[in-house]
């Protein structure tokens, strides 16, 4: 058994979420204490349960103390297998970090799998499911992944209401990423969303980030106006290049201007494009895990060495044998990865 402080480093939910993911993968049980111990609310949440019930179901795991408030579990793997499964993180808790959690565990499941989640697409504190979409997928797919996603709806803080379908297939061996150069701008672009909110709305927020984005010359945003159980706004930007893709994304807010939505998202992206890296400072801890698990080394470089990065390093030493390498470039950080045989 493996032993997780998760107050180490972030120490948040994505310690929690990655260690019940690296434990299905390797079948190794673990037991994590002081779960979000330095967090406002420590313990756990709905959306801390809904990613540990769909792992559990993914491995066919036993757990135990999993409740909400709860700050210690032990985790226990079975076997990964694939099939449909369906999650309810409950009002608008992340679909994205319950995908998070998923998706590497069903990375060897023994047959296609299926995850139908409910909950919030675009909420504070996570990754929209834009981004999953426009940056996240793109590169696991080039590293030989196969996975499709579908927006059936959108949930947004409080009432949630989201709904999306991931679909992947096993994969045996991923393609090792060389990522110290980005390779030729090819575009920026982007989508925009509201629910329930007028049409104007979407058209401002896109507006303001072409306009902040007029450096790039075309900037392509998609406008998107739904109808749903609850209400929102926001965009997700992207810069694609020949070898890697960059991200960035604002979310709207009751009382603040659709133009500076707009205007946030674009000086996220444009700060990401001015310095080196290749993974943006959000898809780089989440890609880490599955360069982990490559076929063959692994490097790219980020502008910024965040907790989150740094957190997830420290843990994937505790269950697999890669050997992480960070050193500084100009304006950043070099990672280069020696993957695991496990």
Request: some cysteine; charged content about 20%.
């Amino acid at each position: 058994m493996i032993e997780i402080d998760g107050s180490t480093g972030e120490g948040g939910g994505q310690l929690l979420r990655c260690t019940i993911a690296l434990s299905s993968l390797t079948g190794i049980e673990a037991r994590v204490f002081n779960i979000r111990a330095n967090r406002p609310k420590p313990g756990l949440a709905a959306q801390h349960l809904a990613a540990i019930a769909g792992v559990a179901s993914l491995s066919d795991a036993k757990v135990e103390g999993a409740g909400v408030g709860s700050t210690e579990i032990v985790f226990k793997p079975g076997g990964v297998r694939g099939g449909r499964h369906r999650l309810d993180v409950g009002t608008a808790g992340s679909v994205t970090l319950v995908l998070q959690a998923c998706m590497l565990s069903a990375l060897r499941a023994d047959s296609p799998t299926t995850i139908d989640v409910i909950g919030g697409t675009n909420v504070k504190w996570s990754p929209p499911i834009d981004y999953y979409e426009l940056v996240l997928l793109p590169l696991l797919r080039r590293m030989g992944m196969e996975v499709e996603m579908s927006i059936m709806a959108r949930g947004f803080y409080p009432e949630g209401g989201g709904r999306v379908e991931l679909a992947m297939s096993p994969t045996s061996g991923l393609r090792p990423l060389d990522l110290r150069e980005r390779g030729r701008a090819l575009e920026v672009g982007g989508i925009c969303y509201s629910q329930n909110l007028p049409d104007h709305v979407c058209k401002r927020i896109s507006h303001s980030a072409k306009k902040s984005l007029i450096e790039y010359g075309s900037v392509g945003i998609k406008c998107e106006v739904s109808r749903g159980v609850s209400t929102g706004a926001g965009i997700c930007l992207f810069g694609n290049y020949g070898n890697t893709v960059l991200g960035a994304d604002a979310l709207g807010e009751r009382g603040l201007p659709a133009e500076k939505v707009g205007e946030a998202a674009a000086a996220a992206l444009r700060e990401e494009i001015s310095g080196p890296g290749t993974l943006d400072i959000h898809s780089a801890d989440q890609l880490l895990p599955y360069a982990a698990l490559a076929s063959g080394p692994c490097s790219f470089v980020v502008r910024k060495m965040t907790k989150h990065l740094e957190t997830q390093i420290w843990l994937l030493g505790r269950f697999l044998d890669a050997v992480f390498d960070v050193k500084d470039v100009p304006g950043g950080h070099e990672i280069d990865i020696r993957p695991s045989r496990t």
